[in-house]
């Protein structure tokens, strides 16, 4: 009923920049919350960042000052523009939305993750 998909992932050099995308689709009345996770091997997933729908955010502590979640109400859609990246930012980076359904249900949908690896 309502899909998520991500774009923006790759490969990326210390330093370098990468901006993920997120668009939730279907039907859909409204979102709430958009999140980006993230997963490196061998780790627990990590909440990156939340964006509310007055547009007020949540950046984690080891992203604060490099990472920026923004968002784009008319679209639907959720951004992580991520800056200075690091090696240890290497993970399967997954876009979240807390949605209201047309039924008017609220349901939780994760998009498919997509890759971000950073060389050292």
């Known amino acids: 009923q309502v899909q998520l998909v991500e774009s923006g992932g790759g490969l990326v050099q210390a330093g370098g920049s990468l901006r993920l995308s997120c668009t939730a689709s279907g039907s859909i009345f409204s979102i709430n919350v958009m999140a980006w996770y993230r997963q490196a091997p061998g780790k627990q997933r990590e909440l990156v960042a939340t964006i509310i729908k007055d547009g007020t955010t949540h950046h984690a502590d080891s992203v604060k000052g490099r990472f920026t979640i923004s968002g784009d109400n008319a679209k639907n859609t959720v951004y992580l523009q991520m800056n200075s990246l690091k090696p240890e930012d290497t993970a399967v980076y997954c876009c979240?939305?807390?949605?209201?359904?047309?039924?008017?249900?609220?349901?939780?949908?994760w998009g498919q993750g997509t890759q971000v690896t950073v060389s050292a």
């Open positions: 979240n939305a807390l949605v209201v359904t047309i039924g008017r249900s609220m349901v939780n949908y």
